[in-house]
């Protein structure tokens, strides 16, 4: 199942991003004085005591401001409320309880959802501040005194955050299962595909662009294989991001491509190749997902003998940031090469997983390197002593030599290809990890 979402929540100027920032332990959120600073939900991924999670930060809520972009950020707000599993409430110590805190508590009261109360800015250590007690007043439970800029007291709020999680949660199915998430643009057949696979209507299909508003599973069987497809929603342009429960979608479908092992990127044929389509694999390819490019609604172009190839020709220079990615051309209206996309899933699967042995990969370099000779500068030649794989999904190498400035991406590349070209790695990134060694070798 998808990870907990606890959403961070508070009046403007309580310490909520520099709590977020202590969370995830590095500095996402602006961090500043001036109230409102957080105009937007940022989310990333948290871990206690072998829980894992997400954690929302979200613009200052000021119940009764007219001002249009506090307006904004509260709506952001409430929309966090309303998808998170666990709210943690920031309040002050300092300024104590106020209106506002109160006109939050009853919001968070009427959601119904488990509220973590948190009095920040409790910076000295010893006896908990009288002024603590105060807070009892809110009516949503015991206070935990916190410091977000030291971690003071986080521990033991993070213990009752994670009380507040189901059993299974972030226990994303066994590690045997593909996770397969379908991204693309809004309307591109997502859920038409899902359905299709499942054989029954899973989730609502629709010519209305955006009907999806959540990524949703489904656990295909295919012999001894078992596939979790998580139908997304469309991510759009942010300029084109008008209803407020969209915003969510867009970050839940980040969190499915997260989760997945495969990404299927959905491409609408009769529209063609689009900026927002390179966006959305580009995030696939950044995070080291195995990605296919299935093309679908192929039923509704009208063919030739020639269509097919011209059509991938173009895409291939279209997706020429990731020219490893393996193309599909499928209707998931006529079912037309469904079946063909299980084993081709599988297939890239097992190449973002490849291991290589050292030896192999040397064998390899020892050719590349007598081909064609490493790069030089002011004569000094870039060495490359020696390669070995440090890690999969994505497979990831690490290369030891004299001069990194002279390890050229061009170079680089050409080594790349050579790897790919010896062991396939096809709809997967590679990475290269550069490591020089003392230049008193060179």
Request: include cysteine; proline fraction near 4%.
């Amino acid at each position: 199942m998808p990870l907990p979402v606890v959403a961070v929540v508070g009046r403007p100027n309580v310490g909520k991003s520099t709590l977020f920032n202590k969370l995830v332990g590095q500095r996402i959120s602006i961090v500043e004085d001036t109230p409102g600073v957080t105009r937007d939900r940022i989310y990333s991924k948290c871990e206690w005591r072998e829980h894992k999670f997400m954690v929302v930060d979200t613009g200052g809520i000021e119940p009764k401001e007219d001002d249009k972009m506090l307006t904004l950020m509260r709506q952001q707000a409430e929309l966090a409320i309303s998808h998170a599993d666990v709210i943690v409430f920031v309040t002050d110590v300092r300024t104590g309880v106020t209106a506002n805190d109160y006109a939050v508590a009853d919001m968070l009261q009427k959601s119904g959802k488990p509220v973590v109360l948190a009095v920040n800015k409790c910076d000295t250590l010893g006896q908990i501040p009288m002024e603590i007690y105060e807070f009892y007043n809110l009516g949503i439970g015991e206070p935990f005194p916190i410091s977000s800029v030291h971690g003071h007291g986080t521990g033991d709020m993070l213990d009752e955050i994670i009380s507040h999680f189901p059993d299974d949660a972030g226990q994303d199915y066994d590690e045997s299962d593909i996770k397969v998430a379908v991204i693309g643009k809004p309307n591109a057949g997502k859920s038409s595909l899902i359905n299709r696979i499942a054989g029954e209507e899973r989730v609502i299909v629709s010519d209305i662009a955006g009907t999806t508003r959540d990524a949703t599973d489904t656990i295909i069987e295919r012999g001894e294989k078992r596939f979790v497809f998580i139908d997304t929603a469309g991510i759009r342009k942010k300029s084109r991001i008008t209803e407020r429960v969209e915003h969510f979608s867009v970050l839940r479908a980040y969190m499915a491509v997260d989760r997945a092992d495969v990404c299927v990127i959905m491409i609408d044929a009769t529209a063609g190749f689009t900026e927002q389509d390179s966006k959305v694999a580009g995030y696939a390819h950044e995070q080291g997902k195995a990605c296919i490019v299935a093309v679908n609604k192929w039923d509704a172009v009208e063919k030739t003998d020639k269509t097919m190839q011209e059509y991938r020709k173009k895409l291939e220079n279209d997706f020429g940031f990731m020219s490893y990615v393996p193309f599909i051309f499928i209707s998931a209206k006529t079912g037309q090469r469904v079946e063909k996309l299980f084993d081709l899933i599988h297939h890239v699967y097992e190449q973002n997983s490849m291991r290589i042995s050292t030896g192999m990969l040397n064998d390899v370099l020892a050719y590349a390197v007598a081909r064609v000779q490493p790069p030089s500068d002011k004569g000094r030649r870039l060495k490359i002593y020696y390669m070995t794989q440090a890690s999969s999904k994505p497979p990831t190498f690490v290369l030891f030599v004299n001069r990194s400035d002279l390890f050229h991406f061009s170079y680089q590349r050409y080594i790349e290809n050579q790897i790919r070209t010896t062991f396939g790695l096809d709809g997967t990134p590679v990475r290269f990890i550069i490591r020089e060694r003392n230049r008193k070798d060179d």
